[in-house]
């Protein structure tokens, strides 16, 4: 199994471009979340979604944009690109049954630079 | 707003010292999870504490939930280079609004 990937790994965006950050899970989980981590710092939740076609804003939603159309995709958009957007950008999934709750698996990371 | 604060921030130690890494806030959570996160990588789950004073052991790691579940502390014991890394806490129910600390960057120098 893959777990869960992302892509790209890496990308330089101008002011004010837009562009689509792709997450993926093929672990069936019907948790997803988007976070970012600034330099020196932990990680803040962006959205997140409890299934297909549910999304929910987390702790710095401003300038994002999420989408839930199937089980296993979760991509992030970025309209109108800032430099304060300039982080590095986890997507995580996890499981979730009656009440049961179980840990969250990170892909990779996309390193975003806004110039 | 529920905040974790870690504590040190940096730490810096010979291999085979011992170390304590604290994870505290003001807020109750109902869990608290531990994450080591490597360079270039996400953050992996190393363990979850749900109960007041509960005690779980990694190997070398021993990780504290307190009493009244708002603190935590992590221990390693004879410190070696491979446990190199960032290491964060996070609260919350796991499946949903995770709160995460800022982290405490731990070097093992051999």
């Known amino acids: 199994n893959a777990g869960v990937t992302q892509t790209p790994k890496f990308r330089i965006l101008k002011i004010g471009q837009s562009m689509t950050l792709q997450c993926a899970q093929d672990m069936n989980h019907n948790y997803m979340y988007w976070y970012r981590q600034d330099p020196g710092m932990g990680l803040k939740l962006i959205y997140y979604?409890?299934?297909?076609?549910?999304?929910d804003k987390g702790e710095v939603p401003n300038g994002y944009n999420v989408s839930r159309s199937t089980t296993e995709d979760f991509p992030l958009r970025l309209e109108l690109a800032a430099p304060s957007q300039t982080s590095v950008y986890f997507c995580a999934s996890s499981y979730s049954y009656s009440g049961q709750t179980y840990e969250q698996y990170f892909g990779p990371g996309t390193r975003l630079t806004v110039t | 707003t529920q905040l974790l604060e870690q504590s040190p921030q940096f730490l810096s130690i010979q291999e085979g010292e011992n170390l304590t890494v604290y994870c505290n806030s003001s807020s109750v959570f109902s869990s608290l999870q531990w994450y080591r996160q490597e360079p270039g990588e996400g953050p992996v789950l190393l363990v979850t504490v749900v109960t007041g004073g509960e005690v779980k052991k990694l190997k070398r790691l021993t990780f504290q939930f307190g009493d009244a579940r708002k603190d935590s502390s992590l221990h390693i014991t004879a410190a070696q280079p491979g446990d190199t890394g960032l290491y964060l806490c996070a609260g919350g129910p796991p499946a949903q609004k995770l709160v995460f600390g800022q982290g405490t960057r731990l070097t093992i120098n051999p």
């Open positions: 979604s409890v299934g297909a076609g549910i999304t």
